[in-house]
């Protein structure tokens, strides 16, 4: 598991769990928007 940064406008982009394999990515809203706040 990994955590990236989807650009989507805002300053500091959403905050997105992507596979080991980089295969798959989903938004981690349930958890946290931005990084900094996970």
């Not at 982009?13 to 990084?35: C, K, M, N, P, Y």
């Amino acid at each position: 598991m990994k955590l990236a940064t989807y650009k989507d406008g805002s300053r500091d982009g959403q905050l997105v769990v992507v596979s080991r394999d980089l295969a798959t990515a989903h938004f981690a809203t349930g958890i946290a928007t931005r990084l900094q706040q996970a």
